[in-house]
């Protein structure tokens, strides 16, 4: 093991489609196969992975998402977006990557941290009862970067 | 590290310690597989998930993943990174004489 190896990482999940969400997800998930020390921090529309309700049911963003490449005129039809979304997760359980609910699970078995950001529970008036078990605590800003200390921050 | 010889038998391995050949392996050899990463004694739960990737292997020609293990293997995941800590995916291919994992998951 060389001495720069990462040791820690601090992902930001930012956004609620299901392709904002899975990079990160599988980023914390790997860096814990590593052996690096992993806090997930969810804000914004990101929330909605750890949101018992909601998590289950993240959409692909089939308009305004160029690399969809279908039209836009296309991509706003009715069902379009299920459609991608049912396709793109068949796709990922084929390589055995799990739905949102079972992935959160994981990689809180893991042993890493999982957070929601203060400024948007209150933004969007949440409660600790409306997220899933595994989100360990809502925190600020200020107390993600205390916890952030002495590794690398990754934004998505 | 070319060739290493575990239990009296002569294998080859790549630059990491990874098996080259899965079929080399026996169960002999695992102890001190364990011990050449931090992990000694190998208590039975370890071998739990030493035998299930050993049956995987052979059934899919691929290293199971951690979910595979979770839910084919009934190996729960904290069990996982308690048993095999800091990469466990990795360390359990390791003593089970599996090439290195290729998967993300």
Redesign the interface.
């Known amino acids: 093991m060389s001495s720069d190896k990462i040791e820690k990482v601090s992902i930001i999940i930012s956004q609620g489609s299901l392709e904002g969400v899975y990079p990160g997800l599988i980023m914390a998930n790997g860096a814990r196969m590593e052996g690096i020390d992993v806090n997930l921090f969810f804000t914004f529309f990101g929330l909605d992975a750890v949101i018992t309700k909601r998590m289950d049911k993240l959409k692909v963003a089939t308009v305004g998402n160029p690399a969809m490449h279908i039209p836009t005129l296309v991509g706003m039809l009715p069902g379009m977006s299920a459609m991608a979304t049912k396709m793109m997760m068949k796709e990922m359980d084929k390589i055995d990557i799990p739905p949102v609910s079972e992935f959160i699970e994981m990689i809180h078995d893991t042993g890493a941290g999982i957070y929601a950001c203060k400024a948007t529970v209150d933004m969007f008036h949440l409660k600790k009862e409306d997220f899933c078990e595994y989100m360990d605590d809502i925190i600020t800003v200020g107390d993600f970067y205390e916890m952030s200390h002495g590794g690398q921050i990754i934004f998505t | 590290m070319a060739e290493a010889t575990l239990a009296g038998v002569t294998v080859e391995r790549d630059d990491e310690g990874f098996f080259k050949n899965p079929d080399d392996w026996k169960e002999e050899m695992a102890p001190e597989l364990a011990k050449e990463i931090g992990i000694d004694p190998l208590t039975e739960a370890h071998w739990k998930v030493i035998r299930f990737m050993r049956e995987d292997y052979k059934v899919k020609g691929q290293v199971p993943?951690?979910?595979?293990m979770?839910n084919e293997g009934g190996i729960?995941?904290?069990d996982l990174?308690n048993l095999f800590?800091?990469?466990?995916?990795?360390k359990a291919a390791y003593i089970a004489g599996l090439g290195k994992p290729h998967?993300?998951?």
């Open positions: 993943s951690i979910r595979r979770k729960s995941t904290k990174y800590p800091k990469g466990p995916a990795k998967g993300c998951i």
